[in-house]
């Protein structure tokens, strides 16, 4: 296999979460008996480069045309959105002038935050969750950013003074396309910056649950300072920050428009500590994640023996491969609880367990609650609490234990 960045055949499979289906494909109804897709799920290591990277990729179209996540609905992330732009409007004195571009801009709610400052925004999405976005008022384009695009885009409007890609940079299949439009679409002295799941937070803290489909690649430094290196731009600062449970925030520019922060070379030290770029590493961590599966199987075998119900609480993706890779099934979980509309009535993918409103959990009060959002246990735990709901509740990662 071909390494996405690099293009180096030295990578090594370390580890397979078996064929799955895409973990936004939400199943309704009459779906039930028609057959689902399946993919293999397969992490690979790349010695040439470092990047840890999926081994297939799934056609975006399959994957996005028609998707459900809503960046809203995530109270912690609005929080962290709205701190970004605040943070990136001022760090880079945005003016009324200036142009702003978020690609993967979702229902647009990250933009919705350079309002106040009145600057120019534009966002990028190509699934029909920009609908939700040109509602309130946020312009737009409904198309897949690539290089292409990011030419028409340019030929329309000014160039972007800050681009950000948040949780998406990982998503893109062709990456090289992504980099090469953000450099014609970037003004001069302008920032790309992205915000990705941080490879070291999945290695340390057992997040395998992170790795699906649309997550084509798993971000340290060193690969993504060559891949910019490869189109004439550089990483200049980079921080890591808690969203996600976990994720690494990463500038870059036109070579030499910026100076390169000293937290370039102090996260390089971190990752390099923790043994990101050797191989042992990824072995060592995939017999941790066969470990964790049998333990959290043994967990929810022993609750059912006793007679216990258990549910689920949230449908994100990381719930799909979790759900998926344990062979978790309506035999363990009744149901899970969901606030988004648009999952609610559906059933999860492959495993097909009921998505119902939060209501009922709280009127059934299982003895178990399964956190499938646990990234944010910290915010549900206390909301669930106060709603009344009285059981306990099965935290799956980084080590399966009952809170």
């Not at 609480?313 to 979980?333: F, Q």
């Not at 206390?382 to 099965?394: D, M, N, S, T, V």
Request: aromatic fraction near 8%; proline fraction near 5%.
């Amino acid at each position: 296999m071909k390494c996405q960045i690099c293009g180096s055949e030295e990578t090594h499979r370390f580890l397979s979460l078996g064929h799955q289906p895409p973990s936004d494909s939400f199943v309704t109804k009459e779906q039930l008996n028609e057959p689902e897709t399946y993919y293999p799920l397969d992490v690979y290591y790349c010695a040439g480069c470092h990047l840890v990277q999926l081994g297939y990729a799934v056609d975006p179209e399959a994957m996005f045309r028609d998707y459900l996540y809503t960046t809203g609905a995530n109270n912690s992330l609005k929080a962290s959105f709205a701190n970004l732009t605040k943070h990136l409007a001022e760090r880079f004195n945005l003016g009324q002038k200036d142009l702003a571009v978020d690609i993967g801009s979702n229902d647009g709610t990250l933009l919705e935050g350079y309002l106040p400052y009145k600057i120019k925004v534009l966002g990028v999405e190509p699934s029909t969750i920009a609908e939700i976005a040109k509602q309130k008022g946020i312009p737009t384009a409904n198309e897949f950013f690539n290089e292409e695009t990011a030419l028409k885009l340019a030929r329309e409007n000014d160039n972007a003074k800050v681009i950000t890609a948040t949780n998406v940079f990982a998503h893109i299949k062709d990456v090289h396309s992504v980099v090469r439009g953000v450099k014609t679409l970037l003004a001069e002295g302008g920032a790309f910056v992205t915000e990705s799941h941080h490879l070291l937070s999945m290695v340390t803290q057992m997040q395998y649950d992170s790795i699906y489909h649309e997550h084509l690649r798993y971000y340290s430094l060193k690969p993504l300072i060559h891949l910019f290196g490869k189109h004439g731009m550089e990483v200049f600062d980079a921080e890591l920050i808690t969203t996600h449970g976990g994720s690494i925030r990463v500038y870059a520019c036109k070579k030499g428009d910026h100076p390169v922060s000293g937290n370039v070379a102090t996260i390089i030290s971190k990752e390099e500590k923790a043994g990101l770029y050797t191989s042992g590493a990824y072995d060592q961590f995939a017999k941790k994640v066969t470990e964790a599966k049998f333990k959290l199987q043994e967990l929810l075998r022993d609750a059912k023996k006793k007679g216990r119900r258990i549910v689920g609480v949230g449908a994100p993706a990381k719930g799909s491969t979790l759900l998926n890779y344990c062979s978790i099934t309506r035999d363990e979980l009744d149901y899970t609880v969901e606030k988004s509309p648009l999952k609610i009535g559906r059933f999860t993918p492959g495993t097909h367990i009921p998505i119902v409103e939060e209501a009922r959990m709280l009127r059934d009060q299982p003895e178990y609650a399964l956190i499938l959002s646990w990234n944010i246990k910290d915010e549900i735990i206390p909301k669930l609490r106060a709603a009344g709901y009285k059981g306990e509740f099965i935290i799956p990662c980084p080590e399966p234990h009952v809170d």
